[in-house]
């Protein structure tokens, strides 16, 4: 990917993360001012059903959002390759989806460093 294309990634993302409304105002705590990592997987599971759509749209590129952000500080850093960032949001958030559903009782942040562990090692 070009630096054009994820500067307007990184650019696309601080909107969606700091302009829009929340997402669902009779959800608690649940807010793009706050960042979906702070949602629980039960919250994320009902926002999807309400909005799929959109739910998908925001949580994908937080999740796609996180890895880069992980993946930068690993190339300053030197220790370690890349993890691979999903192609798109709606990918991402199936990920994120599939363990949430398999963990209700998770966080969103926890499946997120789930997934990322599981990419240290290697299991599947």
């Known amino acids: 990917m070009s630096q054009?294309?994820?500067g307007f990634r990184f650019a696309a993302?601080?909107?969606?993360?700091?302009?829009?409304?929340?997402?669902?105002?009779?959800?608690?705590?649940?807010?793009?001012i706050d960042g979906m990592g702070n949602s629980s997987c039960v919250q994320f599971i009902e926002l999807n059903a309400k909005n799929e759509q959109f739910t998908k749209l925001v949580f994908g590129n937080w999740s796609q959002g996180f890895f880069s952000g992980i993946n930068v500080e690993r190339s300053i850093t030197k220790r370690k390759r890349p993890y691979p960032v999903p192609a798109s949001a709606n990918e991402a958030a199936n990920k994120l989806l599939e363990r949430c559903r398999k963990d209700p009782a998770a966080g969103v942040f926890d499946v997120q460093i789930d997934l990322l562990n599981e990419f240290d090692t290697g299991a599947k």
């Open 4 to 6: 054009r294309a994820l």
């Open 13 to 32: 993302a601080i909107a969606i993360g700091l302009w829009l409304p929340p997402l669902q105002a009779q959800t608690e705590r649940v807010n793009l």
